[in-house]
């Protein structure tokens, strides 16, 4: 069984940064697309970066690009999620997601079957 649990959220000031960790247990992560997703309130979830297993290769959404560094670390079953310059408007719970499927790289939720809870990240002053 996969387990997916996030940690690192919490209060940051506009411009701030903060780095989210996501563990993966169950053996799965070394095979595993992860990505990042949030929900702001009022709103739909999001894609927000992703991680392909294959070739490690990193993608985001525009919004991120430039600004969010995503990278893992398979020894430690972890992967991370460096959010720098960050905005009121990303106010949000972040979700951690995996798919152990051997597929390739998505950006869509249904892609992956593992969650974590959420964690809040709050932008504000």
């Known amino acids: 069984q996969v387990h997916v649990v996030e940690s690192g959220g919490g209060l940051v000031q506009p411009g701030g940064s903060l780095k989210l960790s996501c563990g993966i247990s169950?053996?799965?992560?070394?095979?595993?697309?992860v990505a990042w997703f949030r929900q702001a309130p009022g709103k739909e979830r999001e894609f927000v970066a992703g991680?392909?297993?294959?070739?490690?290769?990193?993608y985001y959404a525009k919004s991120v690009k430039g600004r969010f560094s995503m990278s893992r670390d398979d020894a430690k079953n972890m992967v991370y999620l460096q959010m720098d310059s960050l905005k009121p408007e990303e106010t949000a719970v972040y979700y951690c997601?995996?798919?152990?499927?051997?597929?390739?790289?998505?950006?869509?939720?249904?892609?992956?079957?593992?969650w974590g809870q959420g964690i809040q990240v709050t932008v504000s002053s």
């Open positions: 169950g053996g799965a992560l070394s095979r595993s697309n």
């Open positions: 991680i392909s297993w294959a070739d490690r290769s990193t």
């Open positions: 997601a995996a798919d152990p499927n051997d597929r390739p790289a998505a950006r869509e939720e249904a892609a992956y079957d593992y």
